[in-house]
């Protein structure tokens, strides 16, 4: 049977995200209810990680070892690829000896060159362009909240909203809130949009799916009626030299209480984390009985468990 990868949310149709919200559902209540589920017994996953990280390797490791199966975690910077080996010939060597791939990379096209000539699953664990397993667990945590896990198309009836940067997260976010039909609004400073690519891709899809796709500029307009509330860091890994250009910029996107007064008083806070307090959420918005931030943080781990098991039982 034909592998199947994970690189972009698109790599997913509708049927296929509503069963891995399913799936994870399934995953997380036979966890809490202690029974064992080792359907990846025997399996082992490659973790390549060019980037540093904390909650994807955490739960991809940790998940692993829950299905019954193996983690590896190889370094970017200890692997031959720092060295000249292409990804075409880490590929096809990793092909041999393991079940799967988790990429963090820092080029979007690497995970594409790592693919295309891979003969078992790839998963994108992160890049400059996507996120799509955070996106995964992001709408998981919303079904959670809204616990209609038998009717999950109810989620078109809320009003979602990220504030920020036009980034990675924001790129498939876009993506998955068009192919579920959502009502997403994205506000953003001008010339810091999401990919335009992506958008117009949101855009073309959200016709056939009446997804409600708005970007603005305006915080305050943006945030009105809003449901649930997404952030995230305003400098991503790799744009560290544009720091204090950025904080000038997005001064006025911080999601905070002032600019919560302008939303429902009882809306969903959230954010993919690492976050720099301070500047694009405050403590006492991310420490507010409001947030499900760490709803968020702990679903990664049952979400990625069900997009393994999903890829690596194919």
């Not at 060019?50 to 190889?74: D, K, N, W």
């Not at 990919?195 to 799916?209: D, F, G, M, P, Q």
């Not at 690492?274 to 968020?296: C, K, M």
Request: proline residues 3%; aromatic residues 8%; contains cysteine.
């Amino acid at each position: 049977m034909k592998k199947k990868d994970l690189i972009s949310i698109l790599d997913l149709d509708k049927k296929e995200i509503l069963k891995l919200l399913n799936l994870t559902y399934q995953i997380k209540l036979k966890l809490k209810k202690g029974i064992k589920y080792t359907p990846l017994t025997g399996k082992t996953l490659a973790l390549i990680f060019q980037r540093p990280s904390t909650r994807t390797r955490v739960s991809f490791e940790v998940g692993m070892h829950q299905l019954g199966g193996y983690a590896i975690f190889l370094s970017g910077k200890d692997m031959q690829i720092r060295r000249g080996e292409t990804m075409a010939d880490t590929a096809k060597t990793l092909s041999r000896y393991v079940n799967g791939i988790v990429i963090r990379a820092k080029k979007h096209n690497d995970i594409i060159e790592l693919s295309k000539f891979s003969s078992i699953p790839v998963i994108n664990g992160l890049s400059d362009l996507e996120h799509p397993c955070q996106a995964l667990s992001d709408i998981y945590t919303i079904v959670e909240e809204l616990k209609i896990y038998k009717n999950i198309e109810d989620i078109k009836k809320i009003k979602f909203v990220y504030i920020g940067d036009g980034n990675n997260i924001a790129n498939s976010l876009l993506l998955i809130a068009s192919v579920l039909g959502m009502n997403f609004t994205i506000c953003v400073p001008k010339n810091y949009e999401p990919s335009e690519e992506i958008l117009n891709k949101a855009y073309y899809i959200s016709k056939e799916t009446k997804a409600n796709i708005i970007l603005l500029h305006n915080p305050e307009k943006s945030v009105i009626d809003a449901d649930f509330l997404y952030t995230d860091v305003w400098t991503s890994m790799g744009e560290e030299k544009e720091h204090n250009l950025r904080k000038k910029i997005f001064h006025n996107y911080q999601v905070n209480k002032k600019l919560l007064s302008n939303a429902k008083e009882n809306v969903k806070i959230m954010h993919c984390l690492p976050a720099h307090r301070g500047e694009e959420i405050t403590d006492d918005v991310i420490d507010s009985p409001n947030s499900i931030v760490f709803n968020q943080t702990e679903n990664r781990l049952h979400t990625q468990k069900a997009i393994l098991t999903y890829l690596l039982k194919i």
